[in-house]
Antibody
Framework: EVQLVESGGGLVQPGRSLRLSCAAS????????LHWVRQAPGKGLEWVAG????????DYAESVKGRFTISRDNAKNSLYLEMNTLRTEDTALYYC??????????????WGQGTLVTVSS | DIQMTQSPSSLSASAGDRVTITCRAS??????VNWYQQKPGKAPKLLIF???NLQSGVPSRFSGSGSGRDFTLTISGLQPEDFATYFC??????????FGQGTKVEL
């Protein structure tokens, strides 16, 4: 069974940093690209960032480009999202998502339960 | 960026009804559209990928169709567990992989 377990969310002041983690199990981790998708309270889904199986390819939504960094450690079956210069509009539930393929250009096949990030003073 | 526009934003239906949700892309995305279901307090779940392909384990009452700019998700014979919010998403050419704004199916 595929499991994606996010952690690292919490309450943080605007301008500060936070690092999210996602621990994966139940599949061959380095066969798949991964993504972060967020959902503001009561709102829709927004793709945030994606990374290919070997980290050779990464891409970001314009709203986070230059502030967020996606990375992965295939030896630890883990995905990360380093979030800097946080803004109130970054407040959302952040989902770790497994891509159907290896290159980050395929459907989002499995989702974690999310970790909540609240940016507020 | 490619925009995805769903309609309606919400609908009321009864168990057993046939329900149709539409999604229009701002440009052609061939058949590169996925559909997701999200229940309250839960993560989204992939239902349909690449326009019309049923994800493993998804009941056959769900079907997808369309190509180019216009896509449809149909639920044939709505079940109580199908009351949820549905999102379309494109995965054509390059990111950002935008989602529609969602359609809430209510009793």
């Amino acid at each position: 069974e595929v499991q994606l377990v996010e952690s690292g969310g919490g309450l943080v002041q605007p301008g500060r940093s936070l690092r999210l983690s996602c621990a994966a199990s139940g599949f061959t981790f380095d066969d798949h690209a991964l993504h972060w998708v967020r959902q503001a309270p009561g709102k829709g889904l927004e793709w945030v960032a994606g990374i290919s199986w070997n980290s050779a390819y990464t891409d970001y939504a314009e709203s986070v480009k230059g502030r967020f960094t996606i990375s992965r450690d295939n030896a630890k079956n883990s995905l990360y999202l380093e979030m800097n210069t946080l803004r109130t509009e970054d407040t959302a539930l952040y989902y770790c998502v497994k891509d159907r393929g290896s290159s980050a250009f395929s459907p989002f096949e499995d989702w974690g339960q999310g970790t909540l990030v609240t940016v507020s003073s | 960026d490619i925009q995805m526009t769903q309609s309606p934003s919400s609908l009321s239906a009864s168990a057993g009804d046939r329900v149709t949700i539409t999604c229009r892309a701002s440009q052609s995305v061939l058949t590169h559209v996925n559909w997701y279901q999200q229940k309250p307090g839960k993560a989204p779940k992939l239902l349909i990928f690449a326009g019309s392909n049923l994800q493993s384990g998804v009941p056959s009452r769900f079907s997808g169709s369309g190509s180019g700019r216009d896509f449809t998700l149909t639920i044939s014979g709505l079940q109580p567990e199908d009351f949820a919010t549905y999102f379309c998403q494109h995965f054509y050419n390059s990111p950002p992989w935008t989602f529609g704004q969602g359609t809430k199916v209510e009793l």
